[in-house]
T-cell receptor, first 111, second 112 residues
Framework: RKEVEQDPGPFNVPEGATVAFNCTYS??????FFWYRQDCRKEPKLLMS???SGNEDGRFTAQLNRASQYISLLIRDSKLSDSATYLC????????????FGSGTRLQVQP | NAGVTQTPKFQVLKTGQSMTLQCAQD?????MSWYRQDPGMGLRLIHY???????DQGEVPNGYNVSRSTTEDFPLRLLSAAPSQTSVYFC???????????FGDGTRLSIL
């Protein structure tokens, strides 16, 4: 089983739609969780950190469910500019000092 | 601040050649790492460093060497390039391994 798993998509949604991505992680000792965004052939950029209580940044909401070992990203009112690949990132914890990246979920917002 | 700077941005090598990919950061980050990303795949960790003089292997270290003589620089060396090393290479840094990382623009490397 991969340490971090994501549905690769693509998710094709119309502008204005709400879309949600899930990501599961295998190590229950994982300490830190993030969502990154990566545009085609560009470097990944931090979208938001994910906190235990859940957090929101404008149209983006991240949730963490430690019991089920998954994190989610909700995007409301999708814009064309949201089209990108969204990477789920986890620090596995317990002696590991490196982040593990999921393979990403591709989102295509259509006019 | 320049952030994380990678050079070169593009490189073509012949099989068997060696080269060094450069990475520098000006944010006084202790943690630095190298990833490779192949088409349609996620980022795979090659090597990382938690501070000057300390390096460790990641998921795919074979064929690569690193050193960390200063906080700012973390070069990645390909000892004898192979076509399987054709990839996009990203360098990243952060204050600690638990915190979000800042990425460089990437080096697109082709091995013929």
């Amino acid at each position: 089983r991969k340490e971090v798993e994501q549905d690769p998509g693509p998710f094709n949604v119309p502008e204005g739609a709400t879309v949600a991505f899930n990501c599961t992680y295998s190590n229950s000792a994982s300490q830190s969780f993030f969502w990154y965004r990566q545009d085609c052939r560009k470097e990944p950029k931090l979208l938001m950190s994910v906190y235990s209580s859940g957090n929101e940044d404008g149209r983006f909401t991240a949730q963490l469910n430690r019991a089920s070992q998954y994190i989610s990203l909700l995007i409301r009112d999708s814009k064309l500019s949201d089209s990108a690949t969204y990477l789920c990132v986890v620090n596995p914890g317990t002696g590991r000092r490196a982040l593990t990246f999921g393979s990403g979920t591709r989102l295509q917002v259509q006019p | 601040n320049a952030g994380v700077t990678q050079t070169p941005k593009f490189q073509v090598l012949k099989t068997g050649q060696s080269m060094t990919l450069q990475c520098a950061q000006d944010m006084n980050h202790e943690y630095m790492s190298w990833y490779r990303q192949d088409p349609g795949m996620g980022l795979r960790l090659i090597h990382y460093s938690v501070g000057a003089g300390i390096t460790d292997q990641g998921e795919v270290p074979n064929g690569y060497n690193v050193s960390r003589s200063t906080t700012e620089d973390f070069p990645l060396r390909l000892l004898s390039a192979a076509p399987s090393q054709t990839s996009v290479y990203f360098c990243a840094s952060s204050y600690t391994g638990n915190q979000p990382q800042h990425f460089g623009d990437g080096t697109r490397l082709s091995i013929l």
